[in-house]
């Protein structure tokens, strides 16, 4: 993917003078990269299903908005640049089966855990070019349903807890 084109021109957009915008010609082209790999086992006599699908994503030559705020006067200043080093792991098991020997009652259980790897670059000082900063964000999630069959329709419960967290190297 090519850059946008207003973050290519070398002008400096101060229509917002705490909020300062500023090209870069230099941005290379972006390449984003999907992988995954899934299995999945039915069985249509007994009404069990199961899959689990590995994922990595990974991107080549972002853009982030790297950017300096000068803590005296308020101001920030963004510009584009190229970095490497943002990817997504993640990992999915989805599993359902009948509970009882009529297979009226049905469990269903989805989980799913992701460590997103965001890179980008800051500077809490005006006079020190932004350095780069990484963030691990980890996201865990367990969905469980309980579905009940009564003829043509159907009645269930749904229950989901999630457990996210982001965490840094850097102390500011």
């Known amino acids: 993917t090519t850059p946008n084109m207003t973050n290519l021109i070398e002008v400096e957009n101060t229509t917002d003078p705490l909020n300062i915008y500023t090209g870069n ?5 972006i390449s984003k990269h999907y992988m995954y790999l899934l299995y999945q086992a039915n069985n249509p006599e007994k009404e069990t299903n199961f899959s689990t699908r590995l994922t990595y994503n990974t991107t080549v ?20 640049q190229n970095v490497d080093g943002n990817y997504l792991l993640a990992a999915d098991i989805n599993y359902s089966r009948p509970l009882d020997k009529r297979k009226r009652l049905t469990l269903n259980t989805i ?16 006079a020190i070019a932004p350095i780069r900063s990484s963030v ?5 999630t367990e969905t469980l349903r309980l579905n009940y069959k009564l003829g043509k329709h159907s009645i269930g419960a749904k229950g989901y807890i999630g457990y996210g ?4 190297s850097r102390e500011d």
């Open 25 to 29: 010609s230099k941005l290379r082209n």
């Open 61 to 80: 030559n972002a853009i982030a908005y790297a950017y300096t705020y000068d803590r005296t006067t308020g101001i920030r200043r963004y510009r584009p």
């Open 111 to 126: 989980t799913h855990a992701k460590l997103d790897h965001g890179v980008d670059y800051i500077s809490e000082d005006a």
């Open 136 to 140: 691990n964000t980890w996201w865990g």
């Open 165 to 168: 967290r982001s965490t840094s």
